[in-house]
């Protein structure tokens, strides 16, 4: 469980988070949404320490992050805005596996979390690829293979879906709920939030560095209106089956 408690983080002059309060429970699908500037990003960057709040605490398991960074960041996997700037390596199973051999884990075991981690985002036996080579939804995916390999309880994504075609969004979109099917929980920072209003149990919408409203998906659609973000017309969700991969 993520517990935060009267934040603020704030840079200079400008409050980019200002005394958000929120509970994150496991096994959770949360959409964080709300114009440029809101603080999304600030505030999901707290959740494993990439960002230390001025004031207030980030309980992760009921520790707070800085005392135990290390715990955080395994509990807390964190894909970012752009991968691109994140991949450390040049194929697909070396990038994966940089965590876990940070970890100091057997090969075996590195092995093993490379295997788990490709297979859940179908990219299995693609190892040897070079991330160069690969489309730009297969790469947000490699990047969500290198999340999972750290076998984190809760994965932040900031806008995975910027700059994806349709078929690569929906199987991103796709990977997630099978993800969230499989107990981890899911927290997405998105504009777009076409397929993940569907999906998501909760979504949290912030102005200004606090929290707008937080609602269930249903009930989201009107105060998203209100927020001037765009709210997609309802679809049916991706399917594991229909998707294209
Ligand atoms: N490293 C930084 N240095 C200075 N100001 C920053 C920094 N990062 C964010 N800010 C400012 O903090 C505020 C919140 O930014 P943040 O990126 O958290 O919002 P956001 O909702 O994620 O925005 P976007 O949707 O554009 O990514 C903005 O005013 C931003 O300009």
Request: net charge negative; glycine share 8%.
């Amino acid at each position: 469980m993520i517990r935060a408690r009267d934040l603020v983080v704030r840079y200079g002059e400008t409050t980019a988070v200002d005394g958000v309060s929120l509970r994150i429970d496991d096994g959770a699908y949360v959409a964080i949404v709300g114009p440029n500037g809101s603080g999304k990003t600030t505030l999901v960057r707290t959740f494993n320490g990439l960002v230390a709040p001025d004031t207030g605490t980030v309980l992760v398991d009921d520790t707070p992050v800085e005392a135990d960074l290390v715990a955080a960041r395994q509990a807390v996997g964190m894909v970012f805005q752009e991968p691109r700037d994140s991949f450390v390596a040049a194929t697909v199973g070396a990038d994966v596996a940089f965590g876990p051999r940070n970890l100091g884990l057997s090969q075996t075991e590195i092995d093993r979390r490379v295997e788990t981690a490709l297979a859940a985002v179908n990219l299995d036996g693609r190892a040897d690829e070079r991330i160069d080579r690969l489309s730009g939804g297969e790469r947000e995916r490699v990047a969500i293979a290198g999340a999972l390999a750290m076998e984190p309880d809760h994965l932040v994504l900031d806008e995975p879906l910027t700059g994806l075609d349709e078929p690569a969004r929906r199987a991103v979109l796709s990977r997630l709920e099978a993800l969230h099917a499989d107990g981890t929980s899911v927290i997405v920072v998105t504009h777009d939030l076409r397929g993940v209003l569907e999906a998501a149990d909760r979504v949290i919408g912030m102005t200004e560095g606090a929290i707008a409203f937080e609602t269930d998906a249903e009930a989201a659609r009107e105060e998203l209106a209100a927020l001037d973000v765009y709210v997609p017309p309802e679809t049916a969700p991706p399917t594991r089956q229909s998707t294209p991969e």
